[in-house]
């Protein structure tokens, strides 16, 4: 049996977005613990050449809802990247968890072969649908998440990876 387009993404980044929420809690909660203030964690880089945690929550956020709203053309809401807590971010994860909730699912109908573009820098990457959600947008998405957890953990917050997959169903 064939899954949907929105099977295949929605529920996923919408799964993901909780663990990366719930994730940050457990980064204020041992700011708190420890005594610090916890936009250090915001800033912190596993090598000066990479982007800082509070980047990759923000890039892990656009992947999700850019990535359904390219596929879906619908129009994704704009942030103006100007988070500096992590309080902003959880509100960042909640309004792509909202907008991802509100995506009708017949504007997936079609979307495994519409075409999408992707401009970064001076290219534009062109895709159809399918191989958009599961070689660029899932990828991205994953990437920055498995970044963000592990800078956390770098730093000392207690995590496992429970913590990431969150709550698994049990047949």
């Given amino acids: 049996m064939s899954r949907s387009m929105r099977d295949l993404s929605v529920p996923v980044f919408d799964a993901m977005l909780a663990n990366l929420s719930a994730v940050l809690g457990k980064a204020a909660e041992h700011a708190a613990a420890r005594g610090f203030d916890p936009s250090v964690l915001l800033q912190s880089r596993l090598y000066p050449d990479m982007l ?50 509100v995506v009708p ?6 979307s495994e072969s519409r075409r999408v573009e992707v401009p970064v820098r001076t290219q ?33 917050v207690e995590l496992g990876k429970r913590d990431y997959l969150g709550q698994l169903p049990v047949l």
Avoid at 80 to 95: F, H, K, N, V, Y
Avoid at 144 to 153: C, D, E, K, P, W
């Fill in 105 to 110: 699912a017949q504007a997936f109908e079609g």
């Fill in 124 to 156: 534009v990457y062109a895709f159809h649908g399918r191989d958009f959600l599961l070689r660029w947008a899932m990828p991205n998405f994953y990437f920055h998440m498995t970044t963000a957890y592990a800078l956390l953990r770098h730093n000392g």
């Fill in 52 to 101: 800082p945690l509070l980047r990759q929550v923000q890039i892990a956020c656009d992947a999700a809802k850019y990535g359904v709203a390219r596929l879906t053309g619908t129009e994704a809401p704009r942030d103006p990247d100007d988070e500096t807590s992590i309080e902003q971010l959880q509100a960042r994860i909640g309004r792509v968890r909202a907008f991802l909730a």
